[in-house]
């Protein structure tokens, strides 16, 4: 067993509390990593407010991580202790139905244990004041130790700056993914990008790379206009400076609407406004934010009918295994951004500042 800090969320709405746990060994099939580095990403902040449906309490939250193996369970084949590797919430066991279709890169293997925060044998691996501490999104990086279940690790280039990559654990690689995956931006089109957090830049890195030519970031915040211009958009506008619907807007901007359109926020009344955003007959609008629970979208049928598709995705489709390491091959190539994306650097102890700082979009 080893000792040491993680912050720890004993009940929602609450800061983080740093802590003194209790990491055991990992069992069969499991992986034990040293983390070396985490970001902060709304969906911590979203469970952490309690609006999660499988938000479970006490638990350790985190999953945009990088680190070292520490120790491996028995049966672990994929890795050994010293390799460097970035923790997935999305695993890719390549034995169910979803890892072997193309189509999509949900793996189900260990969906059910993940969600109640367990690890797949449906027990926890971190104690903390004789209490029992859940895992969260099977990855819990916000511990300097974390347990994984060994098809939810990617082993990367060993050379990568770990403060850097472990944005491929979610943010980036999901906003990216968006545009070239999902929505399989063509070179030459129009696109939308609602919502200019580290996932919308993302996104708008992507339609980039792609090959977009036009690529308009939609934030009510102007101080983010800036970094979203260096990432690919070739303009920024506020939903605030109109007097019409910013479908409306977008639509005589462009000549009838935008050819594919990425929705980064999370909320449903933007879903709908991204889709109507789109152009008649062939206009694709991504969901990439997560809306709280019970919450619902729509739309008048016509929009669909008259040939606009509506998309969701997670973790950009990329199957995590196979990607990820790929996905720090070309950040560490230059072909794709990472470093920008960073704004702050801050100690462990002041996790509760970076999510304040998350908070006001800095």
């Avoid at 951004?337 to 002041?350: N, Q, S, W, Y």
Wanted: with cysteine; proline share 4%; net charge neutral.
């Amino acid at each position: 067993v080893i000792k040491c800090k993680a912050a720890v969320a004993w009940e929602a709405g609450k800061p983080l509390s740093l802590e003194e746990v209790e990491v055991a060994p990992p069992k069969a099939h499991e992986v034990r990593i040293k983390i070396f580095a985490t970001a902060v990403c709304h969906t911590d902040a979203y469970t952490l407010s309690g609006a999660d449906p499988e938000g479970c309490f006490p638990v350790i939250l985190g999953h945009e991580g990088a680190g070292i193996v520490e120790s491996i369970g028995e049966g672990v084949t994929k890795v050994k202790p010293g390799d460097t590797v970035i923790p997935l919430y999305i695993p890719q066991c390549g034995e169910c139905k979803f890892c072997k279709n193309p189509k999509t890169n949900l793996c189900q293997k260990i969906r059910i244990t993940q969600g109640k925060g367990f690890m797949p044998d449906g027990t926890s691996r971190f104690t903390c004041k004789g209490k029992q501490i859940y895992h969260f999104m099977g990855t819990s990086t916000f511990s300097e130790y974390t347990v994984v279940a060994d098809i939810s690790v990617a082993k990367i280039d060993a050379a990568a700056p770990l403060d850097k990559v472990c944005l491929l654990g979610c943010g980036i690689s999901t906003g990216y993914g968006a545009a070239l995956n999902t929505a399989k931006v063509e070179r030459g089109s129009t696109c939308a990008v609602f919502g200019l957090g580290g996932v919308g830049l993302a996104v708008i890195m992507g339609c980039k790379i792609a090959g977009a030519s036009r690529i308009i970031g939609i934030d009510l915040n102007k101080d983010k206009y800036t970094k979203a211009k260096e990432m690919g958009a070739t303009e920024c506008i506020s939903p605030e400076d109109f007097k019409k619907p910013i479908q409306e807007v977008l639509v005589e901007m462009t000549d009838g609407g935008v050819d594919y359109s990425f929705e980064c926020i999370g909320n449903v009344g933007v879903m709908r406004a991204a889709l109507e955003a789109c152009h008649k007959g062939w206009g694709v609008s991504v969901i990439v934010g997560v809306a709280a629970a019970g919450q619902e979208i729509s739309t008048r049928p016509f929009q669909l009918v008259t040939g606009r598709t509506w998309k969701g995705t997670a973790f950009g489709g990329w199957k995590s295994v196979d990607s990820v390491p790929k996905l720090v091959s070309e950040y560490m190539s230059k072909k794709i951004k990472v470093d920008e994306f960073v704004t702050h650097t801050l100690p462990f102890d002041k996790i509760n500042e970076a999510f304040e700082l998350m908070h006001t979009g800095k």
